[in-house]
């Protein structure tokens, strides 16, 4: 490092950094001897040629996270078996019980490293069909060595749409006037099915509103894609719900019960024989993909796990899996913290609605804590995440260091605004509290000068606020275009 400039070295410093922030990161998981990255369904319709190879050369390379770190290796064969891929996302393993018969339930999920990023910075999909905080969710049920699967995703609606942070609490979502949004949106819906079979599409984003023109356009879509394979279904869940009311999800449940029938799950008995395939999936989003479509999985999920609980014999006929006490609790809690684990790897935070997940019904506490959580992913969503999305590009290779760069990409002009406006408005509302601590006796006099500050703070602020893109923390590895 003796030969790199003094600016050469302070970057370096950031890049590890960057990685290490990366590494920090809950949710990287690993196996010796599974692969992590396929589905039962996948694994069970492979061939012997497919069983010896390694892991690394048969992982599905959506959900390698260390795909760019290993890529010396992926070309020696002789150190395959050293080099095991990483798992980005949420894995829970609990050994369960109900009416004394035992079984393992296994929750796993698995975010897509293609189009990553975090909340603001990356939105809808890319030229090539990658849909932006995409995750494939697998319940896993092994009972007297027969094994279930039930399987859905989620992913950022898929078109080229981008929601920039600028200081506003909701940024307005912006819409592509320019680009094919048909192109995209067939890639990612063709690569869908090729792989999960039939798409059951439950969009969850208010149907008023910023977020109606983005529900118009998917429908709009999916009409004009005019697929046998694509269902689509709009629930606007925060009208459905409203003050409280989150019994109504109910409705959404019994709109798609014979779809999820018509799908079914994966099951494969004891003797390795298929005896059912699962023929499609949900295919579940909202604004972020996270709080209100962790809720409605969760429940689908417990649909499916009711069924397959039945077809295994471990419930009797007629039993509900609510009325399971202890299961239900571990069930709850494996999903609010995949809910968690999911929000704090795109958002910064845990998930909002946890209480519901948790304990089936709404709370004040909870609402209280959503108020938090969305306080805190306000700072770093404006403040934070342009680190946190030049961090994961950099890990996954999206910006590769060039030492012989003449200008260093970490540097960022800044013009007056960026500092004068934040100090005349902290001195402003400064000079106004200090107005009113030494008021005097003649109080015309000190509202004349607090109104003056008052007014100079709150139309500098205002004045930031217009100009709320210049202050936010911007990703400053990759260009632009490649964001949005």
């Known amino acids: ?128 069909g990658h849909a932006a905080n995409f995750v494939e969710t697998e319940q896993i049920v092994h009972y007297n060595g027969s094994k279930a699967s039930f399987v859905q995703t989620r992913g950022s609606i898929p078109v080229f749409w981008s929601q920039r942070p600028n200081l506003k609490y909701k940024p307005r979502p912006q819409i592509s006037k320019v680009a094919n949004h048909m192109d995209g949106f067939q890639r990612h819906f063709d690569s869908q099915v090729i792989i999960y079979g039939k798409q059951v599409i439950i969009n969850l984003i208010n149907q008023k509103g910023s977020e109606k023109p983005l529900e118009q356009t998917f429908a709009t879509m999916v009409s004009s894609l005019g697929s046998g394979m694509m269902r689509y279904i709009a629930f606007d869940f925060h009208k459905e719900c409203k003050n409280m009311r989150w019994d109504r999800l109910s409705i959404l449940l019994d709109q798609v019960a014979e779809m999820q029938d018509e799908l079914s799950y994966f099951l494969v008995d004891s003797a390795g024989q298929v005896v059912t395939n699962q023929e499609g999936v949900f295919r579940s989003n909202c604004m972020d993909c996270l709080d209100r479509t962790n809720v409605i999985q969760s429940l689908l999920a417990r649909r499916s796990l009711q069924a397959q609980l039945q077809r295994l014999g471990v419930l009797h006929v007629g039993q509900k899996l609510e009325e399971q006490d202890e299961f239900e609790k571990i069930y709850k809690n494996a999903w609010a913290d995949n809910a968690n684990a999911c929000a704090k790897q795109y958002a910064g935070t845990g998930a909002l609605k946890t209480d519901f997940t948790r304990t089936g019904k709404r709370t004040h506490l909870g609402l209280i804590l959503d108020g938090w959580n969305s306080m805190i992913r306000y700072y770093k969503n404006n403040f934070s995440d342009g680190f946190r999305q030049d961090s994961i590009d950099l890990f996954l290779g999206n910006y590769s260091v060039d030492e012989l760069e003449s200008h260093s990409p970490l540097s960022v002009p800044r013009d007056w605004k960026f500092l004068a406006l934040p100090i005349i408005m902290v001195v402003a509302f400064s000079m106004c509290i200090i107005c009113l601590l030494m008021a005097g006796d003649t109080w015309t006099e000190t509202l004349a000068y607090v109104l003056f500050w008052g007014v100079a703070s709150i139309g500098t602020f205002f004045i930031i606020l217009y100009n709320g893109k210049d202050f936010v923390d911007a990703p400053r590895l990759v260009q632009k275009e490649k964001i949005d």
């Open 1 to 128: 490092m003796l030969h790199l400039t003094d600016i050469q070295l302070q970057d370096n410093k950031t890049f590890l950094a960057m990685l290490n922030h990366v590494l920090n990161v809950d949710g990287f998981y690993f196996s010796t001897t599974y692969d992590l990255t396929h589905t039962l369904q996948r694994l069970s319709n492979t061939s012997p040629e497919f069983q010896e190879m390694s892991l690394l050369e048969r992982a599905d390379q959506r959900f390698v996270w260390n795909g760019h770190l290993l890529r010396e290796l992926s070309a020696q064969p002789e150190v395959h078996r050293f080099a095991l891929p990483v798992l980005h996302g949420f894995i829970a393993m609990h050994s369960c019980s109900i009416n004394g018969k035992y079984f393992d339930w296994i929750l796993i999920s698995r975010r897509s490293c293609f189009r990553a990023g975090v909340r603001y910075y990356v939105r809808g999909i890319d030229s090539e």
